[in-house]
């Protein structure tokens, strides 16, 4: 901070000592600063940021190219399932056998790499659309996963799901998995790991948002 000013961008907190929402910025280094009454603030029109052309793709970035498609076979046949559970590995850690850690970190990856992807519109109306919450935009991708994830509980169910699964892979767990649909609607054929890959490709962040709204 130099003469009194800093620069930053504009998100919220949970206060660690009340608990309360907060709202201030982020600066350069990652440092909270809230906002208190009697600052002065300048406000600039941001660069369309996290808005890309429709056909853009993920493949396109040099970092998907290191990584795999894991989807739980329960979710194998159904697109929608697919594209809620299905996360990136990377290829250097398989074969491997999934596990919960694993499995959250790849989740959060996932999140964050479509993050940076982008969305047709601005984070900011696709989060107010989706969990009324436009300030949860503000930030770098990992800042905003992490603000997502302690946020949203819609963001946290799959995980959730995925690791009861896991530590018991039976009807009960994997019913829960598959809702809202039943064992009897989900009669799709298995993609290849080509169509996988494809699919996943082309994934966008709005597509992964309305997967979880179902």
Known sequence: MENGKNKGIVTSRQCPYCGHHEV????????????RPGMRIEVFSLAPSHVIPPD??????E?????????????LRNRILRIRY????????????????????????KIRLLIEKGAELPLAVV??????????????????TYNLWRDIEEIRRPVMAIERWL???????ERELIRPFKPDDIRDKPPSEEEINSEFASLKLVEFLESLAL
Do not use: C
């Open 127 to 144: 989060f107010d659309r989706f969990f009324t919450a436009p300030h949860l935009a503000g930030g770098t991708p990992e800042q905003i």
């Open 167 to 173: 530590k018991s892979p039976d009807t009960e767990t």
């Open 56 to 61: 853009h793709q993920l493949q396109d970035t």
């Open 86 to 109: 299905g996360v990136w590995i990377q290829k250097d850690q398989l074969p491997v056998e999934m596990n919960p850690v694993l499995y959250k970190v790849s989740y959060l990856n």
């Open 63 to 75: 970092e998907i190219k290191e990584y795999s498609v894991w989807i739980p076979h329960p979710a």
């Open 24 to 35: 201030g910025f982020i600066d350069s280094e990652g440092v909270f600063h809230p906002l």
